[in-house]
């Protein structure tokens, strides 16, 4: 019976010792009777396999999720999964998905044979022309032969793959190939502190489901901040189909911020949107950021971009994530995602007038008040750095003497936050905001 009152969640996250000193200490704790257990998590459900929503997204507001059932938790928070479908529905759309991802990997694997391999690339393959690179490095990453410390049965004999790539005609694909070395290097970076990565199949898997994302999805590719995004899915979902599809409805969210134009940054949307956001709400720290030059909020680019990944310590990052999904949850989000593949929660796609009894708190209050900026429903990430920005209001106004001092400020701030009072203080700026936009 799962007793933990009062636990930290740095053990399921399992830091490298060498690093130790050196990494944010959690300030989730998983505490009974607020936090969501496996066993309230069990009993959410009817004998068909019906999700009291409501209930659950209460009990993850107060104390997040236990983290021996955060994945599949997520699974509904993100719209994998409809509340009001059945075990055996569940079931039958896990399978079709897991087959679609199959053919997805696939036909990655025919373009380039690593995928799949236990193996990645951290050396550019071909030039802008298709051309192959023959360099050592790549040669020597590319070649299939099981190494020492490979455990992948299926490669054993496989030829070298230097040796037999030839140049490249079709653009789609040169372009993929061209973000493969950089999702290696990306993946090698990624959250290397933890324990987990320390295996080469794990490494491997994480730069396949990011090779297979940016393959699936043309528009946007492979941009960096993926790799932060997708981590912990690998790591919460043991089934890589599943951590795929996980991920993929996560950036439905996202994935407008990684759309990149030739002058600008699907990001600077929301940095704009920031920038209205504080100047309703502290015009005097909105005054003073602009004459330091930060009127365009840039320094809160990474905030965005990756969800607060570097701003928090690994498990905090991941209640905080979970607390923002519970108080933004949309129950259409699961029917949205399966009629319109493109479709997602910041391109004002969402209906409205719905029945708000299974919403989270924020989305309630987005609806009732019709939340919208340019059309479009703004997100609570936006008001949650909005609120950090705030709590730092006195000392960016008093030490900020340039847009330098603003960026150590907000780094200062690194290990130092509290996710759940983080998610208060933006459900409260969220009213404010609201109230005084409605007067001007």
Known sequence: MWRDHGTPADSFYQVRPEYTDDVPKTKFKIKAGKTLSVRKWQSAF??????????????????????????????????CFDPRSTFDERDQ??????????????????????????????????????EPVKDPIVLQQTNLHKGPGDSSQENAGRPSLGLTMVKENDKRIIEWKLTLHQIGLDVFRTDRTLVFYEKQMN?????DILAVYSWFDGD????????????????????????????????????????????????EVQLSNLASITQVIDPKLHQHLETLGGGNYLF???????????????????YLWEMMWALEYDPDLFFMYEKDPNSGKGDGSRERGKSTRQCGKFEREALKNGSKMGGNPLPISIFLVASVLKDKSSKLLTEARGLDDVVKILNDMTGNLDARKACVEALKLHKKYLKKAKQT
Request: proline letters at 3%; a positive charge; glycine letters at 10%.
């Open 46 to 79: 009817n004998s068909e396999g019906y999700l009291d929503m409501s209930r659950t997204l209460s009990r993850i507001q107060r104390g997040g999720i236990h983290p021996s059932i955060r994945g599949e938790v997520w699974e509904f928070l993100l719209g």
């Open 93 to 130: 759309i896990r399978e079709r998905r897991r087959a679609k991802y199959a053919l997805l990997k696939e036909e990655c694997r025919k373009m380039f044979p690593l995928v799949g391999s236990g193996k990645f690339v951290t050396a550019p393959i071909l030039t802008e022309d298709g």
């Open 203 to 207: 490494l491997a898997k994480l730069w």
């Open 220 to 267: 946007v590719g492979y941009c960096q901040g993926m790799s932060d995004l997708c981590s912990p899915m690998i790591m919460l979902l043991q089934d890589e189909a599943d951590a795929f599809w996980c991920f993929e409805r996560l950036m439905r969210r996202l994935r407008g911020n990684f759309r990149c134009t030739e002058s600008s940054v699907g990001v």
């Open 300 to 318: 809160a680019f990474r905030m965005l971009m990756v969800l607060f990944r570097r701003e928090f310590s690994f498990g905090d990052s991941l």
